[in-house]
């Protein structure tokens, strides 16, 4: 794993009048959020929250409404002030740095995406996504060039003289993608950015945003409430309660080994095809016993990332085991009935 371009360590935030006492007692007592509530009438948004994201992925958070994930977010860029714990961007203390820095780091390393994207109604399209760059001082030159760059990225030529008015939610959306893209950030926060769109254009964009983040190698806090859209475009997942993260894993580890029953009530009922892969389920060649006859150097191959889905649709044609490959060697044996065991879901 890549260094980490972004570090959360214990990092927390009560809201109310006697935050002090609050965090004391909590560092003292141990106490719950309702607790806490119900002792001093302050409101824990965040406790203890730790993760580090490698440059490149992308790292999504969710939960159920009131669960933190928002409050943690604006934390990363210091829209929101946390009580105690450490945060680094980029390898600076974002604790550190006085007003003047901070705007800086948000201008040029920092974009955000919000599910209401606020643009400016009296801006056209070209002037919304541009505005980042006027903050900086570009010249008006430069401004438009970014923008119609940032506007092709999105699939958006063409509506340059448009207003917010005359878009639609997801072009809107667009826009706003667009307008966090244009001063170049090497991060990007993106708040349940398509939650309020329409399920198909929802699909379309998902799509477009993880081509372009792999294409320009941004590194991405993605907050969600649906572990589908979580599961689809997260390299890692960290599911958030009572202002905790309770798990943070792959979506494959996440969804096969959930850590407690709120989580296990988050994965019910999602399917493993597409989540479980072959050196999940594998038995190693060394511990795997061939039945009398059977022949392993006649068994059909599959590359160890190979998915649930994958794997039975090669099933179907043999009657032989699969044997697993990594980087040319065999490496595990895949037979029918271990197969059927990681499609049930059963310990692996």
Same mark, same amino acid.
């Given at each position: 794993?890549?260094?980490? =371009?972004?570090?959360?360590?214990?990092?927390?935030?009560?809201? /109310?009048?006697?935050?002090?006492?609050?965090?004391?007692?909590? *560092?003292?007592?141990?106490? *719950?959020?309702? &607790? =806490?509530?119900?002792?001093? /009438?302050?409101?824990?948004?965040?406790?203890?929250?730790?993760?580090?994201?490698?440059?490149?992925?992308?790292?999504?958070?969710?939960?159920?409404? /009131?669960? /933190?994930?928002?409050?943690?977010?604006?934390? =990363?860029?210091?829209?929101?002030?946390?009580?105690? %714990?450490?945060?680094?961007?980029?390898?600076?203390?974002?604790?550190?740095?006085?007003?003047?820095?901070?705007?800086?780091?948000?201008?040029?390393?920092?974009?955000?995406?919000?599910?209401?994207?606020?643009?400016?109604? !009296?801006?056209?399209?070209?002037?919304? =996504?541009?505005?980042?760059? &006027?903050?900086?001082?570009?010249?008006?030159?430069?401004?438009?060039?970014?923008?119609?760059?940032?506007?092709?990225?999105?699939?958006?030529?063409?509506?340059?003289?448009?207003?917010?008015?005359?878009?639609?939610?997801?072009?809107?959306?667009?826009?706003?993608?667009?307008?966090?893209?244009?001063?170049?950030?090497?991060?990007?926060?993106? $708040?349940?950015?398509?939650?309020?769109?329409?399920?198909?254009?929802?699909?379309?964009?998902?799509?477009?945003?993880?081509?372009?983040?792999? $294409?320009?190698?941004?590194? @991405?806090?993605?907050?969600? !409430?649906?572990?589908?859209?979580?599961?689809?475009?997260?390299?890692?997942?960290?599911?958030?309660?009572?202002?905790?993260?309770?798990?943070?894993? @792959?979506?494959?580890?996440?969804?096969?080994?959930?850590?407690?029953?709120?989580?296990?009530?988050?994965?019910?009922?999602?399917?493993?095809?597409?989540?479980?892969?072959? !050196? @999940?389920?594998?038995?190693?060649?060394?511990?795997?016993?061939?039945?009398?006859?059977?022949?392993?150097?006649? #068994?059909?191959? #599959?590359?160890?990332?190979?998915?649930?889905?994958?794997?039975? $649709?090669?099933?179907? +044609?043999?009657?032989?085991?699969?044997?697993? *490959?990594?980087?040319?060697? $065999?490496? %595990?044996?895949?037979?029918?009935? +271990?197969?059927?065991?990681?499609?049930?879901?059963?310990?692996?």
């Amino acid at each position: 794993m890549s260094e980490p =371009v972004i570090k959360l360590h214990g990092v927390w935030k009560i809201f /109310g009048a006697r935050v002090g006492e609050a965090m004391q007692a909590i *560092t003292r007592d141990g106490l *719950t959020k309702t &607790q =806490v509530l119900e002792r001093f /009438g302050c409101v824990v948004g965040i406790a203890d929250c730790s993760f580090e994201v490698p440059r490149g992925e992308i790292f999504c958070v969710m939960g159920l409404s /009131g669960s /933190g994930k928002s409050t943690m977010v604006r934390h =990363v860029n210091r829209l929101i002030e946390p009580t105690t %714990g450490r945060i680094e961007v980029l390898g600076r203390d974002v604790l550190a740095l006085g007003e003047g820095e901070l705007r800086k780091l948000r201008a040029a390393h920092i974009g955000m995406v919000f599910q209401h994207m606020a643009l400016f109604p !009296h801006r056209t399209v070209r002037d919304n =996504v541009a505005f980042p760059l &006027q903050v900086q001082g570009q010249p008006k030159s430069k401004r438009w060039e970014v923008s119609q760059r940032c506007l092709s990225l999105v699939n958006l030529d063409g509506y340059e003289d448009r207003f917010p008015s005359e878009l639609s939610g997801g072009m809107q959306q667009r826009v706003g993608l667009a307008r966090a893209l244009a001063s170049d950030p090497e991060v990007l926060l993106m $708040d349940e950015p398509f939650s309020a769109l329409d399920p198909l254009i929802r699909r379309q964009l998902q799509e477009q945003f993880m081509a372009l983040s792999a $294409d320009l190698n941004k590194t @991405t806090v993605f907050i969600t !409430h649906d572990l589908d859209e979580a599961i689809r475009i997260g390299s890692r997942i960290a599911i958030m309660k009572d202002g905790r993260i309770v798990q943070t894993g @792959t979506p494959e580890e996440i969804v096969t080994n959930p850590i407690d029953d709120y989580v296990r009530d988050f994965v019910e009922g999602i399917s493993t095809l597409k989540l479980v892969f072959a !050196h @999940t389920i594998m038995a190693r060649i060394g511990e795997y016993r061939p039945r009398p006859g059977e022949d392993l150097g006649l #068994a059909p191959r #599959a590359a160890h990332d190979t998915d649930l889905s994958g794997l039975i $649709d090669l099933s179907t +044609t043999t009657d032989q085991p699969i044997v697993i *490959t990594d980087g040319g060697r $065999d490496v %595990g044996v895949v037979d029918k009935a +271990t197969l059927l065991k990681g499609i049930k879901g059963g310990d692996h």
